[in-house]
């Protein structure tokens, strides 16, 4: 468990180290294709592997976990409201206040960091070591854990990006990425205590699958989406697209 709690802690302080040495202006040039990547990865792990197994779960009430996924779908969009799509690499600059520089307000985005944090510990909180336990998402815990990782670099990047230019420096952002970064390995953490422990089993596990498949579900296809804006066929992000597609069959 602890190679996984490095994994999701450390492409998020990665990123953000990357963040603070290349200009906002330069990084789409490899962020759009890592963005078609793990858009592409997370939504096919998502429908093969996330959906069956909270099923599986509970197969007396499917309904029910129809109704945490639009949970989760939905949820997710009212997040974003908060977190300004930061989730999937935006960084929204806004106009500029009197005494700051241009396009940027000054101080801490509380509600934004905490719409993030939330997003990231639920996503780190099915991620269950015990096969026994996890089932689909145990056996396949690993190409899972990699989706969450890959999703969470451009966000970090965003993040961080964001940070810098509202607190003036990168020094500053540094404790605040610190918290996103930890949040996922917390619901690690948190989930695999509760399970094996008998308090998050059966149908309320499947609710819990239910609700951040819905959030992939949503995260994925607006990554997918607005990374071919108009349609328009372009081919890096394409092969980057394909790419992940096959990477998470070829890992499940």
């Given at each position: 468990?602890?190679?996984?709690?490095?994994?999701?802690?450390?492409?998020?302080?990665?990123?953000?180290?990357?963040?603070?040495?290349?200009?906002?202006?330069?990084?789409?040039?490899?962020?759009?294709?890592?963005?078609?990547?793990?858009g592409a990865y997370l939504f096919t792990l998502t429908v093969t592997h996330l959906l069956p197994e909270a099923l599986t779960l509970d197969p007396a009430h499917p309904h029910r976990v129809g109704y945490w996924v639009l949970a989760g779908f939905?949820?997710?969009?009212?997040?974003?409201?908060?977190?300004?799509?930061?989730?999937?690499?935006?960084?929204h600059l806004h106009p500029p206040a009197q005494g700051h520089a241009a396009g940027?307000?000054?101080?801490?985005?509380?509600?934004?960091?905490?719409?993030?944090?939330?997003h990231s510990f639920l996503e780190g909180s099915i991620l269950l070591v015990n096969t026994n336990l996890g089932g689909e998402?145990?056996?396949?815990?690993?190409?899972?854990?990699?989706?969450?990782?890959?999703?969470?670099?451009?966000?970090?990047?965003?993040?961080?990006?964001?940070?810098?230019l509202r607190?003036?420096?990168?020094?500053?952002?540094?404790?605040?990425?610190?918290l996103f970064a930890l949040a996922s390995p917390a619901g690690?953490?948190?989930?695999?205590?509760?399970?094996?422990?008998?308090?998050?089993?059966?149908?309320?596990?499947a609710a819990l699958l239910g609700l951040v498949?819905?959030?992939?579900?949503?995260?994925?296809?607006?990554?997918?989406?607005?990374t071919s804006p108009e349609h328009k066929l372009n081919w890096p992000k394409l092969v980057a697209t394909m790419l992940g597609l096959a990477l998470a069959l070829v890992v499940a």
């Open positions: 468990m602890w190679i996984v709690f490095f994994l999701l802690l450390l492409p998020v302080l990665g990123a953000g180290w990357a963040a603070g040495r290349l200009p906002v202006q330069h990084s789409s040039r490899w962020l759009k294709p890592l963005l078609a990547f793990s939905f949820g997710q969009m009212l997040l974003e409201l908060v977190s300004q799509g930061v989730e999937h690499g935006h960084v940027l307000t000054s101080g801490i985005p509380l509600g934004l960091l905490g719409a993030l944090g939330l998402v145990s056996s396949n815990f690993y190409a899972i854990a990699a989706g969450v990782a890959l999703h969470h670099m451009p966000a970090a990047f965003a993040l961080a990006t964001l940070l810098r607190l003036g420096r990168t020094g500053r952002a540094w404790p605040w990425l610190a690690l953490l948190v989930g695999n205590y509760l399970v094996p422990a008998g308090l998050l089993r059966g149908g309320l596990f498949a819905g959030s992939f579900l949503h995260v994925s296809t607006t990554i997918l989406f607005e």
